[in-house]
């Protein structure tokens, strides 16, 4: 067994390893390529980062490419998420020319790689078209999605539909966030790498230097929430909250720590927002991290008691499955894949309001034997269900399904 | 029937499993729906939502044994049809199809019942989901019935899943594999047989199964070790 394999076999056990093992017997020696639009910053691009490199170990030969453009793509491209996520968007037509022309000029650079690969990733709606305009293309052709399409804007969904509708299967997180498409749609959560930066153990020395770095004190308690400031994540209601509890905990210390993704033009005006809700209060760290920020995150949320992820749209939440493999109980936002992995009253609470928030902060800080339980729970759950290994598992089981005419069984003993 | 005579028995492949969900594009909101897509959605869905989640762990035991009976309760708030519906358990019928009529049913007759109800929104959705099974194998085999009870206890939930339950829908007569493999030895396994009958899948969890699996093998042979490599 490979380095690799076996340090992921450590800490999810060598069953699985093996299952991945037997799964890529058959896929050995594949073209695969993942295409996403960035990589740092946000889930997609830290999923594929270690996804990447262990498909490689397992005799498939893997690579990542991404999709880049100026920014009235990004600005379309945002425009696409925010309306897939429910908000109503007009997207002004020059803005969609510099979408399709971006994806014209990727098209040029990676057809020959695209082309003759036998299996392709596209992630997201960025790279969606990608398709159509590699006409030449041999292999299966997947469209993953990571965002939480439950209620899309129906203008933008039409509109990027037709270019979905040839691929051969989509991916969606969860099955409230499927649409109509004329293929076979998976249903696979995200997941979090356990051997990464952002989760792996760290020594109480390096804890307590970003504690210090940052100006948090260690003897007073601390809520956390990691996320991009992005208005979907709720920054503002986070820090209502925060102020609602601390009535009640005085010396209560907030923490909103959030990187901005290069696809992302509107973080920074998010962050002006939360800036000024935050008014200099003392007690409430706006900490605007590097996308490489990644021990530093993880740091942050060792040290915290509490982590809060109150989205009012999330396609899955991979802030709170780091949380929760840091045995922190989580309030999180009763939305998405949030739902998946917040269990009332065993890893955490789902809430729909900064009143509710508050009052589940209230609660576990008064109830820390309890809070340790949640989370002691949480950190089980996510080794069962949400590591990276279980979804690659379930990518290379797609991949054989889908290549084999969708059969409802495959048998690899 | 003596250990010599075992050995000239297959040995019994141990093997494990994993679903993977797919989504069918079939989305509930009221009674009539339900009739309506019950009617048509693949056996491979009612497969999911009557077995698909003991291999999901959950924190809290289910009001109800499978999912139409949990969406009948918790989304249409008919108390009555998520009885009836619970009670419907795979194992009672020689295939999926002949669940599927009893299910149609159940339905068609409650919508009878409920006359103006018919059209009685939900309060959530429910999805109908269908899976694909992935096989696996775990280099491990037994050839003496007696290796069972020491093998069990350590099995996964996905082997315990594959030959107690999903053995169910792949042999006739809806035997697991246990029974199916000990079916040769006759008279001398016929307790043991029909103590593995007795334990009924549908209501326990999958470390409950290996437990109840585990007591009954080592009560009826005491242990051993002796497990080989395939």
Redesign the interface.
């Known amino acids: 067994m490979s380095n690799l394999l076996e340090s992921y076999a450590e800490v999810t056990g060598n ?1 699985i390893v ?2 991945l093992r ?2 890529a017997t058959p896929l050995r020696g594949m073209k695969v390529v993942h295409v996403n639009s960035t990589r740092v910053g946000g889930g997609v691009a830290e999923i594929l980062d270690k996804l990447v490199p262990l498909m490689c170990e397992l005799g498939i030969d893997t690579s990542w490419e991404i999709i880049t453009g100026e920014s009235d793509f990004y600005q379309c491209t945002k425009s696409f998420h925010n309306g897939l996520q429910g908000h109503r968007i007009a997207i002004p037509e020059h803005l969609l020319r510099a979408y399709e022309e971006t994806n014209v000029r990727t098209a040029e650079q990676l057809r020959p790689v695209l082309e003759e690969a036998d299996v392709v990733f596209i992630h997201d709606p960025q790279p969606a078209p990608l398709l159509d305009l590699c006409p030449d293309r041999k292999g299966t052709w997947i469209w993953r999605c990571h965002i939480d399409v439950s209620h899309p804007d129906r203008h933008i969904w039409r509109y990027l539909r037709h270019f979905l509708t040839n691929y051969d299967a989509s991916v ?1 997180s969860l ?2 966030f ?1 649409q ?1 498409l004329p293929h ?5 959560p995200p997941s979090i790498d356990p051997l990464s930066a952002k989760n792996m153990e760290l020594s109480q020395d390096e804890i307590e230097a970003v504690q210090k770095h940052f100006g948090l004190d260690p003897q007073r308690p601390m809520i956390l929430q990691v996320s991009r400031f992005d208005r979907f994540k709720d920054p503002l209601g986070v820090i209502q909250a925060f102020r609602l509890a601390r009535e009640f905990t005085p010396g209560l210390q907030l923490v909103l720590a959030g990187g901005t993704a290069s696809d992302d033009p509107e973080g920074e005006a998010v962050y002006r927002e939360a800036e000024n809700a935050a008014n200099h209060d003392a007690d409430i760290h706006l900490l605007l991290l590097p996308p490489d920020a990644h021990r530093t995150i993880n740091a942050l949320q060792r040290s915290a008691d509490i982590v809060l992820q109150k989205s009012l749209r999330e396609g899955f939440g991979l802030t709170v499955t780091e949380a929760m493999w840091k045995g922190r109980p989580v309030i999180g936002g009763d939305t998405g894949g949030i739902r998946l992995q917040v ?1 009332n009253y ?1 890893t955490g609470f789902l809430v729909n309001t900064p009143e509710g928030a508050a009052l589940r902060i209230r609660y576990l800080l008064q109830r820390p034997g309890r809070a340790t339980q949640m989370g002691e ?1 949480a950190r089980q ?1 996510v080794r ?2 949400f590591l990276l290994t279980r979804q690659l ?2 990518y290379l ?2 991949i ?2 889908v290549r084999n005419g ?8 | 029937m003596t250990q010599e005579q075992t050995t000239t028995m297959a040995p019994f492949v141990i093997k494990d499993c994993a679903l993977i969900a797919l989504a069918t594009g079939k989305r509930v909101q009221n009674l009539k729906e339900l009739r309506d897509h019950l009617e048509v959605v693949p056996l491979s869905s009612l497969y999911y939502h009557f077995w698909g989640g003991h291999l999901y762990p959950g924190f809290e035991e289910r009001e109800y044994a499978n999912d139409l009976g949990e969406w009948a309760k918790h989304g249409l708030h008919d108390a009555a049809l998520a009885e009836k519906l619970a009670i419907i358990d795979p194992s009672g019928f020689d295939d999926l199809e002949h669940m599927r009529q009893a299910l149609l049913d159940v339905v068609e007759h409650r919508l009878e019942e409920a006359g103006a109800e018919l059209w009685k929104p939900a309060d959530r959705h429910f999805q109908f989901i269908r899976s694909q099974i992935v096989v696996f194998g775990t280099g491990r085999t037994v050839r003496h019935p007696e290796q069972l009870a020491e093998v069990i206890p350590g099995l996964s939930p996905g082997s315990v899943f594959y030959h107690f339950i999903d053995a169910r829908q792949r042999l006739p007569r809806g035997e697991d594999d246990f029974r199916s493999w000990l079916a040769p030895g006759g008279e001398r396994y016929a307790r043991l047989c029909q103590g593995l009958s007795s334990i009924d899948p549908y209501f326990n969890s999958l470390s409950e199964l290996r437990e109840q699996l585990a007591a009954l093998f080592s009560s009826f042979h005491g242990r051993s070790t002796d497990v080989e490599p395939a």
């Not at chain 1, 409802?408 to 003993?413: F, G, K, T």
């Open positions: 069953a093996d299952q037997q799964l969606f099955a409230g499927a109509a076979p749609e998976y249903l696979i269990i065993h729970k759950f069962e269900n598992r379930e089981t797609m054989l399904a969708g059969t409802d069984r495959i048998e690899l003993s």
